[in-house]
């Protein structure tokens, strides 16, 4: 199958994501590219450790539907207790920059959460901690349309949350919000169905360069374009909201909140 990457690569991708554009509406302070940063953390630091051969994977096509990828051993960027000291570290370093307990605690969940989403996809090969024998993994990527169904729950439903709390200033912000959405799925299609990788090295490089740079867009398109890329959706969720009004229509009723005057919720009853 046509792709325009050279070789898939498999590991769980616009969930992910979801996470990170799910953690925008519990606290939209923070900027979307720092959740993708908290979300995708661990992934991030995997392609490092293997490029300097501090972990390992082999490539064995067909150990799975999904990925010809053996991870067998990632104990320092994979291994629940070394997950929970990232997502800890992570936490406190936001905190100590923003002094934001509330976002803190969401970031370092989203770093968490990265290992909980993997646990669900992957084969056995997840430690608990480093030099555990016992290692976990629900198996989904046995399944291609599991696989596919549970990436795009994750994806559509932090997709959804997000939408739901943000509203476009201006066509850019929805239009890029849109193509934010796109590109994510085309490139998760497109390394999805794929020839297997050729080298370690390979996979290394790609998988790193791959997420900075879909990082990179988000936090750059938040800096310096503030009014560009998705978080050029700005978080508008009001802080306080004043009382419904409710206009009695026969046996229905609109409930309209007044600050969001294009909003208009319909309950009948
Ligand atoms: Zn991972």
């Known amino acids: ?7 898939k690569l498999p590991r769980m991708f616009i969930g992910h994501f979801g996470v990170g554009f799910g953690a925008k509406a519990a606290e939209p302070k923070i900027s979307l590219g720092t959740y993708f940063l908290a979300a995708q953390f661990l992934d991030l630091l995997w392609p490092v450790l293997i490029l300097f051969g501090v972990e390992k994977v082999e490539i064995k096509p067909g150990i799975t539907k999904v990925t010809p990828l053996d991870f067998t051993y990632y104990p320092i960027s994979h291994s629940l207790l070394m997950v929970l000291v990232w997502a800890i570290a992570f936490g406190f370093v936001s905190w100590s920059f923003r002094k934001n307990k509330k976002a803190a605690i969401i970031l370092g969940a989203c770093v968490l959460s990265h290992w909980i989403l993997d646990l ?7 430690p608990l901690y480093p030099g555990s024998s016992e290692k976990f993994g629900l ?9 596919l169904i549970i990436e795009c729950v994750f994806f559509f439903g932090g997709l959804m949350l997000y939408w739901r709390v943000t509203k476009a200033i201006n066509k850019i912000g929805f239009y890029g919000f849109w193509l934010l959405a796109a590109l994510l799925l085309v490139i998760y299609i497109a390394t999805t169905f794929g020839p297997p990788p050729t080298s370690i090295s390979a996979i290394g490089w790609t998988s790193y360069y791959l997420r900075t740079g879909l990082i990179e867009i988000v936090c750059r398109g938040f800096w310096k374009f503030k009014n560009l890329i998705l978080a050029l959706r700005t978080s508008l969720k009001p802080k306080k909201r004043s009382p419904p009004q409710f206009l009695h229509f026969h046996r229905c009723h609109f409930r309209v909140w007044h600050s969001h005057p294009r909003k208009k919720q319909i309950v009948c009853g």
């Open 139 to 147: 198996g989904l990527w046995n399944s291609l349309s599991a696989t």
């Open 1 to 7: 199958m046509f792709s325009p990457f050279k070789f």
């Open 120 to 126: 669900i996809v992957h084969r056995p090969d997840l």
